[in-house]
C-alpha cells in the first residue's frame, strides 16, 4: 500500500550488538537488498549501538559477554570530546566470540553506510576520510575556503 501510494519509508536497524555473528550481518544485507528490490520508495539507516552510560551493558558487561572499553563518565566525556575519533564506527565494548570491532566496521562501511556508496570501496574511503580528518586536513581545507571567502586568499 505504501508504495502503491507513493509513501517514502525509513526503516531503521542495528547492527554489532553483543551476540551478534557476521551470519548475522550477512542476513540483515541480504533482507535489506530484497527489502531494496521490492520497496523502491523504502530508504534504510542501519547505526552501530554504542554502549551508553548506564545502560545495561555497561552496570553488567558479564551478562552481555562483553568487555567495556570505557567504564566512568570521565571516560566516555574523554573520548567523546576528541574530534579526531569516529563515534559512529565505534560500540565501545569487545564482544567475545563475536567479530572484532574492525570487521564490523569494515562490513557495515561497505553494506550499510549512507555516506558512501561505494560497494568494496567503501571501507577505503572511509578510512582514507578518517585519516584525512587525524591528519587535520579538514581545518585545514576549511581555513583556506575560509580566507579565500574572506578575499584574503585570492591570486594577485
Not at 5 to 18: A, H, I, N, R, S
Amino acid at each position: 500500500m505504501m508504495e502503491k501510494e507513493g509513501v517514502k519509508t525509513l526503516v531503521c536497524f542495528t547492527c554489532g550488538l553483543p551476540f551478534e555473528s557476521m551470519e548475522d550481518l550477512k542476513c540483515m544485507a541480504q533482507y535489506q537488498r530484497q527489502l531494496r528490490r521490492k520497496f523502491k520508495q523504502m530508504r534504510f539507516k542501519t547505526c552501530m549501538i554504542e554502549i551508553e552510560p548506564g545502560s545495561g551493558m555497561s552496570r553488567n558487561p558479564q551478562a552481555y559477554g562483553i568487555q567495556p572499553q570505557r567504564s566512568s563518565f570521565a571516560d566516555y566525556y574523554r573520548y567523546h570530546s576528541q574530534p579526531s575519533q569516529n563515534h559512529w564506527l565505534e560500540m565501545g565494548y569487545d564482544r567475545r566470540d563475536c567479530p572484532e570491532q574492525q570487521e564490523v566496521s569494515h562490513y557495515f562501511c561497505r553494506h550499510f553506510c549512507e555516506r558512501f556508496k561505494a560497494g568494496w570501496a567503501s571501507p577505503l574511503v572511509c578510512s582514507a576520510t578518517a585519516a584525512m580528518w587525524k591528519l587535520g586536513m579538514f581545518s585545514l581545507i576549511d581555513r583556506i575556503l575560509t580566507l579565500r571567502e574572506k578575499g584574503l586568499g585570492k591570486p594577485a
